[in-house]
């Protein structure tokens, strides 16, 4: 069974800039959730993605969005990059989504550094 | 709205000591709590989790949390660590529509041999 994936490993972008994150849920699984994690801070909820469908939304800005596939893979996609994007990016997926409370299982993250 | 609070940010214990981390979620609802752990150059992992039943709940390396209703909580419990427990700790809650987890800001535990 493979587990979550996400590329790049790193990044370093400039001010301004877009950037694309990319991950590969669990096999089996059709839901996933994108979270930012700041140095020194626990992660926080970006987006989920269900069946290719967006499921909800933390308390990001618009130029935050994203994409599901078919398969299941997603997208985060951050446009005109600011200083406080710089974050440890992660990715999370599982078995679906709703009142049930699936467990959640997360990649190693993308470090994405704004400068 | 919800969230979720960790009051320890910083724990420093000797091998053999026993573990407390807390954890106070502000949620009215149903919630679903969760403690994972991140070792170091490691994605975060599930240590252990509470959707419904016994309000104490065993989980992966000795680890336990006892999910206390009326006082919120729902603190993490080890009785006796090892230097392999040396990691980020993060308590975190679903939401009604379990679309979203919560998280608390984490409590780095340093165990020294």
């Known amino acids: 069974e493979t587990g979550v994936t996400q590329s790049p490993t790193h990044l370093i972008k400039t001010r301004g800039q877009q950037v694309t994150l990319r991950c590969s849920s669990q096999?089996?699984?059709?839901?996933v959730s994108w979270y930012q994690q700041a140095l020194g801070q626990g992660p926080q909820f970006i987006f989920q993605?269900?069946?290719?469908?967006?499921?909800g939304r933390g308390n990001f800005p618009p130029r935050f969005s994203g994409l599901q596939f078919p398969n299941y893979s997603s997208e985060l996609n951050v446009n005109a990059l600011e200083l406080d994007d710089s974050a440890l990016y992660l990715c999370a997926s599982s078995l679906g989504a709703g009142t049930g409370g699936y467990e959640q299982y997360f990649g190693p993250g993308t470090r994405l550094t704004v400068t | 709205a919800q969230s979720v609070s960790q009051h320890n940010h910083h724990v420093i214990l000797s091998e053999a000591a026993s573990l407390e981390l807390g954890c106070n979620y502000s949620y009215g609802g149903t919630v679903n709590l969760f403690w994972y752990v991140q070792y170091p150059g490691q994605h975060l992992q599930l240590l252990l989790k509470y959707f419904s039943g016994d309000p104490l709940v065993k989980g992966i390396k000795g680890f336990e949390a006892e999910f206390i209703k009326s006082k919120f909580s729902f603190n993490l419990r080890k009785p006796s660590v090892q230097w392999s427990d040396t990691a980020e700790y993060f308590c975190a809650a679903h939401n009604n529509a379990g679309n979203m987890l919560t998280f608390g800001g984490g409590t780095r535990l340093m165990v020294k041999p």
């Open positions: 096999s089996g699984h059709n839901t």
């Open positions: 993605y269900y069946r290719e469908e967006e499921n």
